[in-house]
């Protein structure tokens, strides 16, 4: 098997320095935790949510399924990134499932067909000449006015594999480096197993909700 050629431009739609984020990269799994029929609605997604700098829209998608849309699109195409959620409870708390598209002009997701470097992630896996989307899975809190994406911690991942501590399936590269390749059912019962280990999940910067503007009233 060729080696995994994996690109991480920052952690999860969040920009910071290199050697901040360094810590904080998400674990990449090849399979979903979630089938498209297990999506469920949380409409408190909906809406526009900004970090310092950056601006998003939520909009609801197929199958109960939900894109962030970068507002910054590129300058030469006018494509933009997206983050296409899943999201749905295990043992009662919120998970997601999330993977990356580009956003053409007329609403039409699509794989990139070269690496994007954006101001946010993006995360693209080569194996046997085909792009395939790598899933990042993680907990979901929503507040009011805040958003946290809770991901499963790469760093502790590749620690936690290597000294045998957990047991999921997964494959290793030629770097040493592991990706998960466990199926839905056995993602389900991994992240369950981890709900209650702090450990095992990277708190990421929260995103603030823009205000709605009001329209005008005339007088």
Known sequence: M?????????????????HLCAATLPAKSLQGVFSPDECELVPELVGGW??????????????HKYWMIDQDADLKTGDKLIL??????IGGQLFYDA?????????????????????GIFAVNIVGGFWVPLHIV???EIGQNNLRFLQIDDEWLQEALKSRLITVPSVEDDSG??????????????????SANPKAFS????????PE???NRTP
């Open 2 to 18: 060729r080696p995994f050629q994996v690109f991480l431009i920052t952690a999860l739609l969040i920009s910071c320095p290199p």
């Open 50 to 63: 900004a970090i310092p700098g950056v601006k998003y829209s939520v909009r609801e998608s197929d199958h």
């Open 138 to 140: 993680g907990k979901l």
């Open 203 to 210: 708190e990421q910067q929260s995103l603030t909700r823009i």
């Open 213 to 215: 503007r009001k329209p």
């Open 99 to 119: 993977t990356f598209q580009i956003l053409r002009r007329g609403n039409k997701p699509t794989l990139p067909p070269e690496f994007v470097v954006g101001t």
């Open 177 to 194: 480096e592991y990706l998960l390749t466990a199926n839905g059912k056995q993602l389900k019962a991994f992240v369950a197993s981890l």
């Open 84 to 89: 296409e959620i899943c999201a749905a409870h």
